[in-house]
């Protein structure tokens, strides 16, 4: 299996791409990351790739698995990231 593209990577890819300086790469990206974490709460998507969207987790009963004993797991929000059908699509391979 290949390697997965670093960070670095990335950033240079994009820069040789559409001729522009690796800085300004990287703070375009980190200007995206802040905006997704500030938009969550909203539903955060980029065209294409998928969705950033907070869930709400019900409170549910698991199990220690050192002890076996039952415990009682409270609700909570987490963030999840649904991927987007053309993304889907490209990716993945079809199936007959």
Not at 7 to 27: P, Y
Not at 44 to 72: A, D, M, Y
Request: glycine share 6%; net charge positive.
């Amino acid at each position: 299996m290949a390697k997965a593209m670093s960070k670095s990577a990335i950033i240079a890819h994009f820069a040789n791409k559409f001729g522009l300086k690796k800085k300004q790469v990287a703070s375009m990206f980190e200007e995206q990351a802040m905006l997704a974490y500030r938009e969550a709460k909203n539903a955060f998507t980029i065209p294409g790739i998928g969705k950033l969207v907070l869930v709400n987790r019900k409170p549910r009963l698991g199990r220690n698995p050192k002890t076996g004993e039952t415990i009682q797991i409270p609700a909570k929000t987490v963030v999840k990231f649904r991927v987007a059908k053309a993304c889907k699509e490209a990716v993945l391979p079809k199936k007959f």
